[in-house]
T-cell receptor, first 109, second 116 residues
């Protein structure tokens, strides 16, 4: 399974756009890039998944360059409630997923 | 989406005893997963449980310590056997739901276990 590398922590302020970049140099052809969010005392929650280019949903955008060796999760206009740990994973379909260390995002007023 | 519940939500147990954690899903799913998350740490996959077959354990986890049952497509249990303080952790179950995405997993709220 491909290993991912992402910053341990990030700080930002309410109303800002936050971009969290993840590197996955050994991503395989059939792997998908997936991001999860975890609040304290809760299980992780699926945010977004993509294979290439750009994916956008009501929560976030995911940018994936052509070589797919990295990806960037973009959170528009963050609020205090976006304070959480964000995990980047590369996964095969219908397969187990392995979590990396995640990025602890702190949003300040 | 899938709604997952776990019982108990938390427990305090004495060393040497065993605890069985239940995971119930509101829809039929093929694959269920059990994770452990120690305080402030990421999640570690314990095993994958498919209905009708024995669970597949990850490196470092064995069936004698973490026996798993998967009697039907909506239910699974994880037992933490012969507990020691090192087993104090949050245990989470998840299901793979292929409705929207190719690999979107839904997680239960977790069971917080403290071993004294």
């Amino acid at each position: 399974l491909a290993k991912t590398t992402q910053p341990i922590s990030m700080d930002s302020y309410e109303g800002q756009e936050v971009n969290i970049t993840c590197s996955h140099n050994n991503i395989a052809t059939n792997d998908y890039i997936t991001w999860y969010q975890q609040f304290p005392s809760q299980g992780p929650r699926f945010i977004i998944q993509g294979y290439k280019t750009k994916v956008t949903n009501e929560v976030a955008s995911l940018f994936i360059p052509a070589d797919r060796k990295s990806s960037t999760l973009s959170l528009p206009r963050v609020s205090l409630s976006d304070t959480a740990v964000y995990y980047c994973l590369v996964v095969l379909s219908a397969s187990k997923i392995i979590f990396g260390s995640g990025t602890r995002l702190s949003i300040r007023p | 989406s899938a709604v997952i519940s776990q019982k108990p939500s938390r427990d305090i147990c004495q060393r040497g005893t065993s605890l069985t954690i239940q995971c119930q899903v509101d829809s039929q799913v093929t694959m269920m997963f059990w994770y452990r998350q120690q305080p402030g740490q990421s999640l570690t996959l314990i095993a994958t449980a498919n209905q009708g077959s024995e669970a597949t354990y990850e490196s470092g986890f064995v069936i004698d310590k973490f026996p798993i049952s998967r009697p039907n497509l909506t239910f699974s249990t994880l037992t933490v056997s012969n507990m020691s303080p090192e087993d104090s952790s949050i245990y989470l179950c998840s299901v793979e739901h292929g409705g929207m995405g190719l690999n979107e997993q839904y997680f239960g709220p977790g069971t917080r276990l403290t071993v004294t």
